[in-house]
């Protein structure tokens, strides 16, 4: 009942720059916690970046300073600006949104994901 879609992945030289973008929608009262993950080819799911709706965010080691993720609850949205990207950062990119359906159900729910890729 809730569906979470990402954008803006892509190509991009290292040093370079990326916006990704995810939107929720559906059955949605309100969303706690919205963030970011991404698998490797060969490696498990990891996080990169969450924000919860007080405004309080963590970021993965490998990250901080480099990515930076916002969201916007009138649209019920999460964003991620990388920059300075590294070969490293390449992955399939997954937004995750956990919140409530009325007064009594929870959700949390996943995206297909959106490739980023950078070469070196």
């Known amino acids: 009942q809730v569906q979470v879609v990402e954008s803006g992945g892509g190509l991009v030289q290292a040093g370079g720059s990326l916006r990704l973008s995810c939107a929720a929608s559906g059955s949605i009262s309100s969303i706690n916690t919205m963030g970011w993950y991404r698998q490797a080819p060969g490696k498990q799911r990891e996080l990169v970046a969450r924000i919860t709706s007080g405004g309080s965010t963590n970021y993965a080691d490998s990250v901080k300073g480099r990515f930076s993720i916002s969201r916007d609850d009138a649209k019920n949205s999460v964003y991620l600006q990388m920059s300075s990207l590294k070969p490293e950062d390449t992955a399939v990119y997954y937004c995750?949104?956990?919140?409530?359906?009325?007064?009594?159900?929870?959700?949390?729910?996943w995206g297909q994901g959106t490739q980023v890729t950078v070469s070196s």
């Open positions: 995750n949104a956990i919140g409530n359906i009325g007064l009594h159900r929870t959700f949390n729910s």
